[in-house]
């Protein structure tokens, strides 16, 4: 798959097979945010790879799903639940606040994540202090997101725009995520 037909591709997933995901995998997937652009080089990021059983198993209450979805909807069945999950610090030792150096690590996870078959689910709707107890998380970290992660077990496409941008599921559950149009989104051309 080349990167522009990852981009178009590339949607959340919130429902996945129990197929393990191999570590090495995970691994490449960090080293992928790793090469992410960070302002003036400074490497603040630094990660968590969860995929043993019961570390995901206590996890899954810390994190909110689908806030636009009904309740029946939003919460992974507990048989298509993530296999993976990574956790993105910042060293706040390093440097506070690298909201842009995040933004690209997550991207290129996502993208590699797809790229290796696999379905993400990019989550800051989570409890950090409950996280930080779990996996005993120095406060010098602060815990910025959970990347959810498995082989995909639902469908998710794009949609136009029409007068909301609450994504939602057909009968099929396939989501529908409703997406301006380039000519929307371009305020002037000079």
Known sequence: MDL????YKRRTIR????????IEILKKLVNFARLAPMGNNIQSLEYIIISDSEARKNLFPCLAWSASLPPRQRHPEESRRPMAYIIVLVNTNIKKNPEAEIGGAVQNILLGALNFGLGSCWMGSINGPKIRELFEIPEQQEIKYVISLGYPDEESMVEPFVGS????KDDNG????PKKSLEEV???IY
């Open 186 to 188: 371009i305020y002037k």
């Open 174 to 177: 396939v989501m529908h995520i």
């Open 15 to 22: 429902r996945f097979k129990q197929e393990p995901i191999e």
């Open 4 to 7: 522009v037909e990852a981009i």
């Open 165 to 168: 941008m609450k994504y939602w």
